[in-house]
């Protein structure tokens, strides 16, 4: 210990340099070290959703996630199914055994949903983002003198354009104009089989 502390004291100068140069090294050393907002990580979880506008969940549970849950439960690797029908969605939960590929196995999912035959106003149904592809650009856009259904055309046209950027996977604009047929049901029509997915059959929904 002695004989470590002379040669401290003797050689001052050069034991600061060696202490610049760890702190040194240290700091570039951090500099590259891969992080990321949003790890990639695959959970055992493969999440289907739906799309059904103005179907409500009772008719969405009975015409599309029954249907649609039927068609997957022999797949491999799936340890559970759980469907969840709300107002105008449904979303598919499957619980996946560990070490499947969960890329793969959601594919084959979304395979065997899409060649069953779903109510017309029923979206394809697609695979649910994963964690890591949350929003990475949030942006309004505003005009104190346009209208919205003149903005909306204008705005369209701009998502369009950001979809042909390299890298960009999705660009999504809530809060536009969008065109809407509402029908009101009374009792008498829904006694008479006249379902939310009828009168879309009857009025060619796609």
Not at 133 to 145: G, H, M, T
Not at 172 to 182: I, K, M, S, T, W
Not at 194 to 200: D, E, K, N
Request: hydrophobic share 45%.
């Amino acid at each position: 210990m002695h004989t470590f502390l002379r040669f401290i004291l003797r050689f001052k100068f050069v034991v600061l340099l060696l202490a610049v140069a760890v702190v040194a090294a240290g700091t570039w050393s951090a500099t590259q070290l891969r992080q990321q907002l949003f790890p990639d990580i695959a959970f055992p979880f493969a999440v289907v959703e739906v799309k059904a506008p103005g179907v409500p969940p009772a008719v969405l549970d009975d015409q599309v996630a029954k249907p649609l849950a039927r068609s997957v439960k022999d797949i491999d690797g799936v340890r559970n199914l759980t469907t969840v029908a709300s107002d105008g969605v449904v979303t598919i939960y499957g619980e996946l055994d560990l070490g499947v590929d969960v890329k793969d196995t959601t594919k084959l999912l979304l395979r065997r949903m899409r060649t069953v035959d779903l109510p017309a106003g029923a979206g394809r149904p697609s695979e649910l983002g994963s964690f890591t592809e949350q929003p990475v650009l949030i942006s309004a856009i505003a005009a104190d003198s346009t209208k919205i259904e003149d903005l909306t055309p204008r705005v369209e046209r701009l998502r369009r354009e950001l979809l042909h950027i390299d890298g960009v996977a999705k660009v999504e604009v809530p809060g536009a104009l969008r065109d809407q047929v509402q029908v009101q049901l009374t009792p008498q029509a829904a006694t008479a089989g006249y379902t939310p997915a009828a009168v879309l059959d009857l009025l060619g929904t796609k």
